[in-house]
């Protein structure tokens, strides 16, 4: 299988189902969150080298694990005088649940195994309130980061789409008009009382 893209897993994080639309059936499509993203990114997106405050920060930084099987892209990776890097992922937007940061984690997972060094820890910069929030790369975030790397490898060598949600985040989606929540909802529930009540009857 193809290396999986580091963003399908702040993309799962977030919904299975808008994984599963992306990165196995192979959509996309725009709304105003996605417009806002790729404009907010306009700067990180650029490839430079600079000094800031006695860090090296390097922009779009190519990644990838041979070990996790990924590949992608950081929005910034800092060299620090002390010798530790520290990659940073760049938000437009509120957080969702702890997407940002499994997707930071993995991040500090291809590092590690590029540069042979252990790294602790990696960083959210959320533009909205422009604050910048640590993230340490701990046993239980590297654990749930790994647990996600095999459920989307599963999605992806599958093909199969993860149940719908059906929820808040539903109204905000891209996909919206591809998932149909409310419709597929009412015939998955339509479907078990089917099978429920009707096919067990008649054993």
């Given amino acids: 299988m193809d290396p999986i893209p580091i963003a399908a897993l702040e993309h799962y994080a977030y919904c299975p189902r808008q994984c599963g639309f992306i990165h196995a059936d192979g959509l996309w499509a725009w709304n105003a969150h996605t417009v806002r993203g790729v404009r907010g990114h306009r700067r990180v997106d650029t490839a430079f080298e600079r000094q800031e405050r006695e860090r090296v920060v390097l922009r779009a930084v190519p990644l990838w694990s041979d070990q996790w099987g990924l590949s992608g892209r950081a929005d910034a990776v800092e060299a620090l005088p002390s010798g530790d890097i520290v990659p940073v992922e ?14 930071v984690c993995a991040q500090a997972l291809c590092l590690e195994e590029m540069l042979s060094t252990r790294i602790t820890h990696g960083a959210l910069w959320l533009s909205t309130s422009r604050r910048r929030i640590d993230v340490p790369c701990d046993s239980v975030l590297r654990d749930r980061t790994a647990k996600m790397i095999h459920a989307v490898a599963s999605v992806i060598g599958t093909g199969r789409l993860p149940d719908v949600a059906n929820d808040a985040r539903c109204q905000e989606c891209q996909f919206f008009g591809y998932c149909l929540p409310d419709l597929v909802a009412n015939c998955r529930r339509l479907t078990t009382y089917v099978e429920r009540e009707v096919f067990a009857c008649e054993s």
């Fill in 90 to 103: 760049y938000k437009i937007g509120h957080r969702h649940s702890d997407a940002a940061e499994v997707q």
